[in-house]
Structures are given as C-alpha cells and as structure tokens.
C-alpha cells in the first residue's frame, strides 16, 4: 500500500508538473509548481522507505522510472488530464480532500519513518486544499461560464471517487468536506452512479501510458542515467 | 591529506558553516534540522531532518555537510535523513529569528500576527501562499507598502 500511495504522490507531481510556465498566471504557476514538488518529495521519501523495507536493493529510481502501467497502482483520479483550469482544480480538490485524511491517519502509523513522512505531508497538504478549494469555490460562484465548466469537470471526475474508499474509512469525512466546498461554490453534487475503479490493480484509464512515456523516456532511452 | 582528530562536539562546530542554500544566513543548527551528529567506528553519522517534502534544498545541504567536513579532512561520512519525528518551524532557534527579520523575511508566526520586518508595522496583506520557496509566503506591508517573504509557520 505504501508503494500505491507513493505512485499517486508521483502521479500528481508529473501532471501537475506540465502546467509549470503554462499556468493562468504566474501565482497559479507557481503554487502549482509548489504543490508539483511536494508530492515528487512524497513520492521520493515514499519509495525509497518502502524499497528499504523490502531490502531487494531496488531503489527509487527502479520504482518510479522503470515500472509500466500495470505495476502503478495510483489512482485513475490523479492520471486525468489537466484539461482546463476546472478539469485541474476539482481534481485536485478531490484528491486533496481525500489525501488530509490519508495522512491524518498516517501521521499515527506504528511506522515511525511513515508517520513522520505523514505529519509533514499533512502540514502541506492544508496548504494544497486551501488553493484548490478555493479555486473552486471561486470558479463554482463565479462566472456563467466557470460555473459551467466547474460543474462539467465535477460531473466528468465523480466516476473516479469510489476508488478513493478502498480499504480505509475515510468516505463519511470526505463526503462532509467536500459538500461543503461543493455548497459554498453553488454547484451540484452529482449523483451518477457509474463508477470507474482499477487503478490499485494495475488497470487503468488511457492516460497513464502517456504520462508515464513522458516521463521515463530519458531513463528508458539511456538506461542508469544521472544527473 | 590531514589526519584528523574530532569529537560530535567539533564536528558541530564544522556544521554550523553549513547554511542553507536559499537563505544563507540560517545555518543547519539555526534552523533546527541537525538532529544527531554520531561517530560509530571513526566513521561520522550525520543525521539530518528534511523540512518540507518538496524542499530541494536538501540535497544541496547533504553535500555541502560532506565537503565542509571533507575540508577539515573528514571523508567517512554518512548523511543520513531521520523523517521522524517531522520538522516544524517550533525547531527554528530564537537566533534564527532575529537573523531573519534582519534579512528582510518575517519569522515563522500565525498569519495574522506577522509584522513587516521592515518598518515593523502589523497587519501585512498576503499575496500568495506559495511564494519563492516552499517555506515563503509574498505578503505586502500596508504601512511603508513594500513587499516582503514570510517564513510560514509549518
């Protein structure tokens, strides 16, 4: 499990990685680029304490660089594309909402080097919500047309929030939150109940592939690289 | 090459020229992330708190801890990153305070009680919670109107 939640740190961090120097504008820019590089950091100390673990002298790297598709476990919530600015702040205010209650849990792992992983990451995540949440009041109670498009990408990335509840209890918490964001922005809860899940397994939507040929092209293309 | 001869208590005093590479006036000690120095056989454990996760400081510290010890003749060292538990701002010392008001960035505090390390008046409007580096904020004083970093309290 540790490896699934390194995977949707690694994920996250890449997507929103292609919005740097390409964001509305440059504070956006730059707190995405922020929030891009705490997750990679995530990512990072997540992979390496778990290749740790596993004692098999696979390092970082190995995990983030070399697995395919099926080997990532992330969620088919974070490997959506950006699409417009909605499409990427109501992502990432689903995924935010659920990570504060990912890493509250963790902050109290038996796991020491997982806690404190956790603690730190619960600190930024506040930061993280507090942009996209606020993105998306803003966008919701905004204009005709933000409102439209917010509403469409809440419509468009519901299917992929059932998967955020397998093997934790974290629905009722993240359901309270975000209908309280989705209230305040005078939007609608969708109520569609097609869900897509698979993500942990290894099954999932088209987009990974792409995002991950993107980003392991130099390692695959010149294997054992450094900086 | 020196021979060197040292203890955690020297070791430290080599580490406190280490600074870090955003702000170099806060040293590693000033900012509260040397936790442990060890000597396990003449080899030199460094043990050292990352601050935030997305800081990409902390490899340029990790090197720079080994070459301020490589250049008192100190090469079996061992950097090693302890994550638990995580780095606050609480662990900034009081000098660290001071040296950063004196260099133009408000010290770690709540929001609403941050003074412009300039003309030291309250209330700063904030401009963006994500600012230069992970650890600032751009605010903008609202008595003498410059714009200044705010270490936020993490």
Not at chain 1, 10 to 19: F, H, K, N, P, T
Not at chain 1, 105 to 118: F, N
Not at chain 1, 133 to 162: C, F, K, M, N, P
Not at chain 1, 198 to 218: P, V
Request: hydrophobic share 40%; charged share 25%.
């Amino acid at each position: 499990m540790l490896i699934s939640h390194a995977d949707d740190n690694m994920v996250a961090a890449q997507r929103l990685g292609e919005l740097i120097s390409n964001a509305p504008e440059l504070e956006i820019d730059i707190a995405i680029g922020n929030t891009a590089l705490d997750h990679l950091g995530v990512a990072r100390a997540l992979y390496t304490h778990a290749t740790g673990v596993e004692g098999k002298g696979r390092g970082e790297d190995d995990l983030a660089m070399l697995r395919t598709e099926r080997d990532y476990s992330n969620l088919l919530l974070v490997e959506q594309p950006n699409g417009d600015f909605a499409q990427t702040m109501v992502r990432q205010f689903l995924f935010d909402s659920y990570q504060g209650e990912l890493w509250r849990e963790l902050a109290e792992s038996d796991d020491e080097t997982v806690a404190g992983i956790a603690a730190r990451a619960l600190k930024e995540n506040a930061y993280h919500w507090r942009f996209s949440s606020g993105w998306v009041i803003r966008l919701g109670d905004g204009t005709l047309e933000s409102h439209h498009r917010t509403q469409a990408a809440l419509d468009d990335l519901w299917q992929y929030t059932e998967e955020l509840f397998e093997n934790n209890h974290y629905r009722s918490a993240w359901e309270r939150t975000v209908a309280a964001v989705v209230e305040e922005a005078t939007l609608d809860l969708p109520n569609d109940p097609y869900q897509r899940t698979g993500g942990r397994s290894g099954f999932h939507t088209e987009h990974l592939g792409f995002l991950l040929a993107e980003m392991q092209w130099m390692q695959r293309s010149y294997p054992g690289l450094e900086w | 090459m020196r021979t060197a001869t040292y203890d955690a208590t020297s070791i430290r005093e080599v580490l406190n020229r280490v600074v870090d590479p955003e702000i170099p006036v806060l040293t590693i000690e000033d900012l509260g992330i040397l936790r442990r120095v060890d000597i396990i056989d003449d080899r030199v454990r460094v043990s050292i708190t990352p601050t935030y996760s997305g800081c990409p400081a902390m490899r340029q510290i990790e090197d720079d801890v080994r070459s301020a010890l490589a250049d008192e003749g100190i090469n079996d060292v061992d950097v090693r990153m302890v994550h638990f538990p995580a780095w606050t701002t609480d662990w900034i010392t009081e000098d660290g305070h001071r040296k950063l008001a004196n260099f133009g960035i408000a010290p770690p505090t709540t929001e609403i009680e941050v003074v412009c390390p300039r003309c030291e008046a309250s209330s700063p409007n904030m401009i963006a919670r994500f600012g230069s580096t992970a650890c600032k904020a751009l605010m903008v004083c609202s008595s003498c109107g410059e714009p200044f970093d705010y270490f936020k309290e993490f």
